[in-house]
């Protein structure tokens, strides 16, 4: 995977360092193969970036993006942050120590802010070049925690990412068979959860549709899990 650019239009940036306390070393010599995506689902960045920055919280990520665009980091990328929780991604259930965890401040209701929008994707390109992340490693928290947790939500612009070769989109193909090709693609297959996975794959690619499972899920999956498996 060569170099990329900074996205036209993307200002060029240097994280502002405000560490967190709540992380550690990467498990097993893990590196990381994947880009979390959340938002914050709290009104202000520097109340989110504080509690992040918390011992009390336990939770933290690598960096957080102002609307305005200003970007911290909290955690250095070699570490481990918390900010994935459980959840499964092509067979790896330890997502903390396979990813970069990116929070947006978003409340989960509002359009995702132009210079924020900017910020990311001049933020993306480099993590991917250092850790040799293709676009299907850039991914949503709600695809690793099936049923638990919904960011960054519908108003997220996966499109606009992907035509940046910063994630990944998919185009018809034959409907194949949903939950073989979800696994295929990374999503954690267990019994009982096929509402849940559903609810996971539109909130990302299809995130008007409603209804039960139907040949349009069936035929963009095919086309992710034959494009960009997990594996």
């Not at 992040?52 to 200003?70: D, K, N, W």
């Not at 928290?141 to 994630?167: C, E, M, N, V, Y």
């Not at 954690?188 to 349009?216: K, M, S």
Request: charge should be neutral; proline fraction near 9%.
């Amino acid at each position: 995977m060569g170099p990329r650019a900074v996205p036209r239009g993307a200002r060029r940036l240097t994280p502002i360092w405000h560490p967190s306390p709540n992380c550690g070393p990467r498990r097993g010599g893990a590196r990381p193969a994947l880009i979390l995506i959340h938002y914050t689902a709290m009104a202000s960045a520097t109340a989110a970036r504080d509690w992040l920055c918390t011992a009390q919280a336990q939770v933290s990520a690598h960096y957080v993006i102002a609307r305005s665009g200003t970007v911290w980091q909290l955690v250095d990328e070699a570490d481990r942050a918390w900010h994935a929780g459980a959840g499964r991604w092509g067979g790896c259930d330890d997502v903390n120590s396979a990813s970069i965890g990116i929070e947006l401040a978003n409340t989960g209701f509002e359009p995702f802010a132009e210079p924020q929008m900017q910020a990311l994707e001049a933020l993306l390109p480099g993590i991917m070049v250092r850790w040799s992340i293709p676009p299907k490693g850039v991914i949503a928290h709600s695809d690793t925690a099936l049923g638990r947790k919904i960011d960054p939500g519908p108003r997220f612009d996966w499109p606009r990412l992907a035509a940046q070769g910063l994630a990944v989109w998919p185009a018809p193909a034959d409907p194949g068979e949903f939950h073989a090709d979800a696994r295929r693609f990374g999503y954690g297959i267990e019994a009982g959860n096929d509402d849940a996975l559903l609810a996971a794959f539109r909130l990302r690619f299809r995130p008007q549709a409603t209804g039960p499972l139907d040949d349009t899920d069936r035929a963009l999956m095919a086309d992710l899990a034959h494009r960009f498996p997990a594996d």
